[in-house]
């Protein structure tokens, strides 16, 4: 039981506090996961790949892992704010590479692990803003995965499939069959 005004007081306050808190964290938090409006496309699929919602459910295992000790890879992608630096780093055991990504001032590296078809290869790494990191990965000649990672968040944030033109084109239900129309 609460003996004095002052201490009533004292509890008031602290309770205000972090009732404004809680708000607050959770209106960011959810601010930072789902946009009001989904970015543009910087690989200019065929479908629209940013369409809300997002999804992760073709890559459920995808984590991102902190990693020990140094790691090297190519063609480095710095985020427009210089904070990050994404590269893929190709391995033995999967001659597909992983995606890092490193924070610049403080040199921690992260390696997305988990994503489905680790032979196949990582491409067109970029960023959509300071703390998202676009990529795809292709499971055959004309269909892939594009995927957006939240570095802030530390995880997966989209796993989208895609065609390209040429599958989209004659997997259509109104392409050229041969025959003469009508028939």
Avoid: N
């Avoid at 003996?3 to 009533?8: E, L, P, S, V, W």
């Avoid at 680790?118 to 004309?142: E, N």
């Avoid at 041969?178 to 028939?183: H, I, K, L, Q, Y």
């Amino acid at each position: 039981m609460i003996a004095t005004a002052k201490d009533r007081a004292t509890w008031l306050r602290t309770l205000r506090a972090l009732v404004v808190l809680l708000f607050t964290s959770t209106v960011g938090r959810a601010q930072h996961t789902a946009p009001a409006t989904p970015p543009g496309d910087p690989h200019h699929h065929v479908v629209p790949v940013h369409q809300l919602p997002w999804t992760t459910e073709l890559a459920p295992d995808a984590r991102l892992v902190r990693l020990g000790g140094p790691t090297a890879g190519a063609d480095s992608v710095p985020s427009p704010d210089g904070r990050w630096r994404a590269f893929v780093v190709d391995r033995k055991d999967e001659p597909g590479g992983r995606v890092c990504v490193e924070a610049v001032p403080g040199g921690a590296r992260y390696e997305l692990r988990g994503l489905p078809l680790p032979y196949r290869p990582i491409s067109a790494l970029v960023w959509l803003d300071s703390t998202r990191l676009a990529f795809d990965r292709w499971s055959q000649p004309h269909y892939g995965i594009h995927y957006v990672l939240d570095v802030r968040q530390r995880r997966l944030v989209l796993a989208a499939p895609f065609p390209d033109e040429f599958l989209l084109r004659h997997d259509s239900p109104g392409r050229d069959t041969g025959r003469p129309r009508g028939s």
